[in-house]
Nanobody
């Protein structure tokens, strides 16, 4: 499996913002569906957001629509997740991952990912 590296997590108050970064050095992210999933204590993994390989179209979990924005930077081979109006329920470890089909519909199954990072902790608390 190829490696992804996340950064940008931290502690933020409810209503605040954070931006997560996902970088790859051994493969080109453009060829994959790249997205984020999160894991909170005692909860199932949840696909949060994804960007399709072919046309850059995006998809989001209902729980984050209107608050999170995923984007990619081809020059820097990086994918970002801008998170606004954060809520305590957004707390968890966020993982960047890539699916070789290039399609978000397969990414969101979270069961055959080709690469993932080590995770970055996001804590939303007052």
């Amino acid at each position: 499996h190829f490696q992804l590296v996340e950064s940008g997590g931290g502690l933020v108050q409810p209503g605040g913002s954070l931006k997560l970064f996902c970088a790859a050095s051994e493969f080109v992210l453009d060829y994959y569906a790249v997205g984020w999933f999160r894991q909170a204590p005692g909860k199932e993994r949840e696909g949060v957001s994804c960007i399709n390989s072919s046309d850059g179209s995006t998809d989001y979990a209902d729980s984050v629509k209107g608050r999170f924005t995923i984007s990619r930077d081809k020059t820097n081979n990086t994918v970002y997740l801008q998170m606004n109006n954060l809520k305590p329920d957004d707390t968890g470890v966020y993982y960047c991952a890539a699916d070789g089909t290039g399609l978000c519909e397969f990414f969101f199954r979270l069961n055959a990912l080709d690469a993932r990072g080590q995770g970055t902790l996001v804590t939303v608390s007052s």
